[in-house]
């Protein structure tokens, strides 16, 4: 069982486009959503969380928006630069367990 | 700052062999993961150890032994490779174990087992 889908497997973007990457989850006990950024070759490093009681984190070009109705959230990159081209996952905390679930990621690719 | 270092950074290995991985953190962390990704998958928990002296199993355990031999190492013994698996092992630590804790990751240890 998914517990978190993020969609699509891969996104190419023109440099100063915006990118939407998306993440849904299932499990109610989720209530706190970070989002890894991955290069190759490192591991992955938070870039921005959100809480389920907040519906918009914005982070400089990054900007979370979270439907708790629907289940969704989405990670919005602007003015998309080459060097953002990386894998992005989203992670669900489980406030009974203690622990994240990760999606499968999104491979970004930003072409100049 | 700090960092996280695993080592080996690659492991090659024989089937049903006994492979051990280490991770070494300064931040000073208490807890401590180590999570298998797959390719083109995203990642999922094997042990974690919320203090020095604990150990936890997680999701993926079975086939993996775990030690925690100080507050700043953290190693991950496959007991038996497994033919054809191929995957990456990432150590991470956080300063506690708890919702806001963000972890930390290190660049991670690629295994390959002939």
């Known amino acids: 069982q998914q517990q978190v889908r993020q969609s699509p497997q891969s996104l190419t973007v023109w440099e100063g486009e915006t990118a939407i990457l998306n993440c849904s989850y299932e499990n109610s006990a989720f209530d706190y959503f970070p989002w890894y950024q991955q290069f190759p070759g490192e591991g992955p490093a938070l870039l921005i969380a959100?809480?389920?009681?907040?519906d918009k984190k914005e982070d400089g070009r990054f900007t979370i928006f979270f439907n708790k109705r629907e289940k969704k959230l989405s990670l919005h990159i602007t003015d998309s630069q080459p060097g953002d081209s990386a894998t992005y996952f989203c992670?669900?905390?489980?406030?009974?367990?203690?622990?994240?679930?990760f999606g499968d990621g999104t491979v970004l690719t930003v072409k100049p | 700052g700090g960092i996280i270092t695993q080592t080996p950074k690659f492991l090659i290995g024989q089937e049903g062999q006994k492979l051990t991985l280490k991770c070494q953190q300064n931040f000073n962390h208490d807890t401590m993961y180590w999570y298998r990704q797959d390719s083109g998958k995203g990642l999922r928990l094997i042990y974690y150890?919320?203090?020095?002296?604990?150990?936890q199993k997680g999701d993926l355990s079975e086939g993996y032994d775990a030690s925690r031999e100080k507050k700043s190492s953290f190693s991950l013994t496959v007991t038996s490779a497994q033919k054809n698996e191929m995957a990456v092992f990432l150590c991470?630590?956080?300063?506690?174990?708890?919702?806001?804790?963000?972890?930390?990751f290190g660049p991670g240890t690629r295994l390959t087992v002939l």
């Open positions: 150890s919320i203090t020095e002296n604990d150990l």
């Open positions: 959100i809480r389920s009681v907040s």
């Open positions: 992670a669900g905390y489980n406030t009974n367990t203690g622990k994240l679930t």
């Open positions: 991470a630590s956080s300063i506690s174990w708890g919702v806001y804790a963000e972890q930390f």
